[in-house]
C-alpha cells in the first residue's frame, strides 16, 4: 500500500477543563473530516472522571459521592479518571487512510507508551484479552477511542507522578476488578514531569506512525 501522509501536529494544551478539551476534539475532528490538518494533542486535565456510553455504570461505584465530576462520552470503555500528573494524548487522524483497523490502532497506542517506558527506564507490556499497557499487575496506562467517519478521538492516558494514582481509589478503573493503578515515577524510581514525559511519547508517537496504513 503506498499511501502519501502528511506528519500530524502536535500541540500542547497545558492543563485544561474535560469539556473545553472535549469541544476542541470535536472542532479538530469536524475539520480533519473537511480535510483538514491530523493533530496529535497532549495536555493534563483538571480532574474528571469518564466513562463511555454503557448501561453498565458500576465501576463508578457510587457517581453522586465521587469527588470530581462525571463525564459519559463517544468512546469505548468504564470508568477511568483523569487529571494532574497524568498524560493524556488525543490523535486526531483519518483512520480511513491507516488501515480502517480500530484494533490495530489500539495495539498501536498501547506500543507507542511501552517505548515510552522504555525511554524512561522500566519495562511495561500487554496484557492477554485487556486493553491498555501494564508494569507486572499494575495498570499504568488506559486506552479508549471514539470514531466518527474513520477519524479518531479521545485517545490515551499515561499515569505519570504520584499525583495521578488517589483518584482511582473512588472507582473500578476499566470496570477491572481488582486492578492495582501504578506510574511512572514508582516503576523508574525517579522523578518525571508530564511535560517530559510528553516529549518523549509524542516523537515515538511521529516517528511509528507512518507504518499504521
Not at 502519501?4 to 475532528?29: F, H, K, M
Not at 496506562?141 to 504520584?162: E, P
Not at 488517589?166 to 518525571?192: N, Q, W, Y
Request: proline share 5%; net charge neutral; charged share 25%.
Amino acid at each position: 500500500m503506498n499511501i502519501s501522509l502528511s506528519t500530524p501536529g502536535v500541540e500542547w494544551l497545558d492543563r485544561i477543563e474535560y469539556a473545553a478539551a472535549l469541544d476542541l476534539q470535536n472542532q479538530i475532528v469536524d475539520r480533519c473530516q473537511d480535510g483538514g490538518p491530523e493533530k496529535l494533542l497532549l495536555l493534563e486535565h483538571e480532574p474528571v472522571y469518564t466513562i463511555g456510553r454503557t448501561r453498565d455504570q458500576s465501576s463508578l461505584r457510587q457517581p453522586d459521592s465521587l469527588p470530581h465530576p462525571v463525564f459519559e462520552i463517544n468512546r469505548g470503555g468504564q470508568a477511568t479518571w483523569h487529571g494532574p500528573g497524568q498524560l493524556v494524548g488525543y490523535p486526531i487522524l483519518r483512520l480511513a487512510d491507516r488501515g480502517r483497523d480500530l484494533h490495530r490502532y489500539l495495539r498501536f497506542l498501547e506500543e507507542v507508551i511501552i517505548q515510552t517506558c522504555a525511554e524512561c527506564g522500566f519495562s511495561a507490556s500487554r496484557r492477554e484479552g485487556l486493553t491498555g499497557v501494564w508494569v507486572a499487575d499494575r495498570k499504568i496506562a488506559s486506552l479508549g477511542v471514539g470514531v466518527r467517519k474513520w477519524v479518531s478521538m479521545h485517545g490515551l492516558a499515561l499515569n505519570v507522578t504520584m499525583e495521578s494514582l488517589a483518584a482511582f481509589d473512588h472507582i473500578t478503573p476499566c470496570g477491572i476488578a481488582g486492578v492495582r493503578m501504578t506510574c511512572m515515577e514508582k516503576e523508574s524510581g525517579r522523578s518525571l514531569s508530564v511535560r517530559e514525559v510528553g516529549e518523549i511519547l509524542s516523537r515515538i508517537f511521529l516517528r511509528d506512525l507512518p507504518a499504521l496504513v
